[in-house]
T-cell receptor, first 118, second 114 residues
Framework: AQTVTQSQPEMSVQEAETVTLSCTYD???????LFWYKQPPSRQMILVIR??????QNATENRFSVNFQKAAKSFSLKISDSQLGDAAMYFC???????????????FGKGMKLTVNP | GAVVSQHPSRVICKSGTSVKIECRSL??????MFWYRQFPKQSLMLMAT?????????EQGVEKDKFLINHASLTLSTLTVTSAHPEDSSFYIC??????????FGPGTRLTVT
């Protein structure tokens, strides 16, 4: 079964600095999607960024970028110019692309709490 | 676009009663909806997957007679917690997916059973 591991339960960063959140995963599939979700105190899950495994180019969304290392099964999120509003729980997630023989369910990591210090 | 709502946002019920939570896709037709449970400071745990017009598929360990899921239309799924007990108190989140697309999450419902 696919698993997603976030080994750092908490991190902190100074406002305007850069922080990298780590995530590793395990799968026997060659094609899949990876996501980073943000859950602020409101608890609304917000998609931050998404990466298709067949794409070699790392995804970027404004201040958010990923370092996708397929062979190492690593998917880290870099937040540049951190802002106070970035403070939240961050979840790494994996899914098999439909339609496949896979479960097509999002598999989440345990999450990481990011604190942004002013 | 791609907005998912949940109602109610908070509910308090007495032990032994049942409570229904609604999940609606407001601007798209959701062929599949998912129900998650989240304990404090923990990740989301998938409870069940429901496809419009068919029975829900429950994850291992989730009591289907206790957590009744109905997906009667392409925009509405409901989760009914039957004979609720204090241990059912949790944060319940739904998500909706159109065809083979991305999942969009609702804002969640906090259930407290007294």
């Amino acid at each position: 079964a696919q698993t997603v591991t976030q080994s750092q339960p908490e991190m902190s960063v100074q406002e305007a600095e850069t922080v990298t959140l780590s995530c590793t995963y395990d799968t026997s599939e060659s094609d899949y999607y990876l996501f980073w979700y943000k859950q602020p105190p409101s608890r609304q899950m917000i998609l931050v960024i998404r990466q298709e495994a067949y794409k070699q180019q790392n995804a970027t969304e404004n201040r958010f970028s990923v370092n996708f290392q397929k062979a190492a099964k690593s998917f880290s999120l870099k937040i540049s110019d951190s802002q106070l509003g970035d403070a939240a729980m961050y979840f790494c997630a994996y899914i098999d692309p439909p339609p496949t023989g896979g479960s097509e369910k999002l598999v989440f990591g345990k999450g990481m709490k990011l604190t942004v210090n002013p | 676009g791609a907005v998912v709502s949940q109602h109610p946002s908070r509910v308090i019920c007495k032990s032994g009663t049942s409570v229904k939570i609604e999940c609606r896709s407001l601007d798209f037709q959701a062929t599949t909806m998912f129900w998650y449970r989240q304990f404090p400071k923990q990740s989301l745990m998938l409870m069940a997957t429901s496809n419009e017009g068919s029975k829900a598929t429950y994850e291992q360990g989730v009591e289907k007679d206790k957590f009744l899921i109905n997906h009667a239309s392409l925009t509405l799924s409901t989760l009914t917690v039957t004979s609720a007990h204090p241990e059912d108190s949790s944060f319940y989140i739904c998500s909706a997916r159109q065809d083979l697309g991305e999942q969009y999450f609702g804002p969640g419902t906090r259930l407290t059973v007294t």
